[in-house]
């Protein structure tokens, strides 16, 4: 087989003029390991390798930085192409993706996919031609009848790709290799439906999960969400609070809310904040929201609560 290995590198500068960034890139294309320079920024690296095997005829695996605002018009021509996004966010044909989600276009299909503003994204992404596209792309439809679904455990989708770049000399492989490398890839995504998750396994990864979370609620209860406990410690949302109820029983956003009316039944009792200052202090914009979620709880108001803790009619409003 024939091995390529390109490395895009680019730099950026702010201007005045457009409040924008402005970017240069170079090209240079290693044809050995020994000419890598892994210590190097790059905005783009991959390998390309060309096979006389029907099954594979070109395969590419590569790791896309995206500067803000980039936009890229393609056609993959009789290319699978499979895209695994391990950080930030943009759009495919105007739809919305994150960190946490796989999608892919078929041979022959138009696609524009166009990076964040504030939060450009990285990805991982193959592209295979040859009679085993056919094979993959009937294992992505078994998945699912939509182009884009839930990517699992997608750090470890970015450092096993550092693996095959820097590490492994693929184009010193076979086919057969290059199958089992693309299934490797296939079984982290999941459909958007019911999410068929291995079985949880390892009680003391769990507790590490369950602990890291509980600190970040104590630390941000007005502002916390599951999507910042998730993006927390690098797993997307559903995986996240699958993990999380497993070993609490309770959802993540259910023992938020409890940790805020924990706080707020404690701060009735030991303070003279008003309630209204109370609901302010963890998130809720609307006082009649604190209100429910409390008494939903305790089964009176807070006010009630407070008149009955402190045995005083005169409460703080």
Same mark, same amino acid.
């Not at 790791?63 to 699978?80: A, V």
């Given at each position: 087989?024939?091995?390529?290995?390109?490395?895009? !590198?680019?730099?950026?500068?702010?201007?005045?003029?457009?409040?924008?960034?402005?970017?240069?890139?170079?090209?240079?294309?290693?044809?050995?390991?020994?000419? #890598?320079?892994?210590?190097?920024? $790059? $905005?783009?690296?991959?390998?390309?390798?060309?096979?006389?095997?029907?099954?594979?005829?070109?395969?590419?695996?590569?790791? &896309?930085?995206?500067?803000?605002?980039?936009?890229?018009?393609?056609?993959?021509?009789?290319? #699978?192409? #499979?895209?695994?996004?391990?950080?930030?966010?943009?759009?495919?044909?105007?739809?919305?993706?994150?960190?946490?989600?796989?999608?892919?276009? %078929?041979?022959?299909?138009?696609?524009?996919?166009?990076?964040?503003?504030?939060?450009?994204?990285?990805?991982?992404?193959?592209?295979?031609?040859?009679?085993? /596209?056919?094979?993959?792309?009937?294992?992505?439809?078994?998945?699912?009848?939509?182009?884009?679904?839930?990517?699992?455990?997608?750090? &470890?989708?970015?450092?096993?790709? !550092?693996?095959?770049?820097?590490?492994?000399?693929?184009?010193?492989?076979?086919?057969?290799?290059?199958?089992?490398?693309?299934?490797?890839? #296939?079984?982290?995504?999941?459909?958007? *439906?019911?999410?068929?998750?291995?079985?949880?396994?390892?009680?003391?990864?769990?507790?590490?999960?369950?602990?890291?979370?509980?600190?970040?609620?104590? !630390?941000?209860? @007005?502002?916390?969400?599951?999507?910042?406990?998730? /993006? *927390?410690?690098?797993?997307?949302?559903?995986?996240?609070?699958?993990?999380?109820?497993?070993?609490?029983?309770?959802?993540?956003?259910?023992?938020?809310?409890?940790? %805020?009316?924990?706080?707020?039944?404690?701060?009735?009792?030991?303070?003279?904040?008003?309630?209204?200052?109370?609901?302010?202090?963890?998130?809720?914009?609307?006082? *009649?929201?604190?209100?429910?979620?409390?008494? @939903? @709880? $305790?089964?009176?108001?807070?006010?009630?609560?407070?008149? !009955?803790? @402190?045995?005083?009619?005169?409460?703080?409003?």
């Amino acid at each position: 087989m024939k091995f390529t290995h390109c490395d895009y !590198k680019y730099k950026s500068a702010s201007t005045n003029a457009t409040k924008g960034n402005i970017h240069s890139r170079k090209m240079r294309v290693a044809s050995s390991r020994a000419d #890598l320079k892994q210590d190097t920024e $790059y $905005y783009a690296s991959w390998i390309c390798i060309y096979a006389t095997d029907k099954d594979i005829t070109e395969f590419n695996l590569g790791i &896309d930085y995206s500067y803000p605002n980039q936009t890229i018009r393609d056609r993959c021509e009789g290319r #699978l192409f #499979l895209n695994f996004i391990v950080k930030g966010k943009g759009t495919i044909n105007g739809e919305p993706f994150s960190a946490g989600q796989f999608f892919y276009t %078929r041979p022959l299909q138009k696609h524009t996919i166009q990076s964040d503003p504030d939060d450009p994204y990285v990805s991982v992404w193959i592209y295979v031609q040859g009679e085993y /596209a056919n094979y993959v792309e009937n294992e992505l439809i078994k998945k699912s009848n939509s182009t884009t679904m839930t990517l699992n455990n997608y750090t &470890d989708v970015l450092e096993l790709t !550092k693996t095959f770049l820097f590490t492994i000399n693929l184009a010193e492989t076979s086919t057969s290799y290059l199958k089992h490398l693309i299934n490797i890839y #296939l079984s982290y995504i999941s459909p958007n *439906n019911e999410l068929d998750y291995p079985e949880i396994f390892a009680t003391q990864k769990i507790t590490r999960l369950v602990y890291a979370a509980k600190t970040y609620i104590s !630390k941000n209860l @007005k502002t916390v969400t599951v999507a910042d406990l998730a /993006a *927390n410690q690098r797993y997307n949302v559903k995986y996240f609070s699958r993990l999380f109820a497993s070993a609490t029983g309770m959802k993540p956003a259910e023992y938020i809310t409890d940790c %805020r009316i924990e706080w707020a039944k404690n701060s009735l009792e030991h303070s003279d904040l008003s309630v209204s200052e109370i609901s302010e202090a963890i998130g809720y914009e609307h006082r *009649n929201g604190f209100a429910t979620a409390f008494k @939903k @709880k $305790y089964g009176c108001s807070p006010t009630e609560y407070r008149r !009955k803790t @402190k045995g005083s009619n005169k409460v703080s409003e």
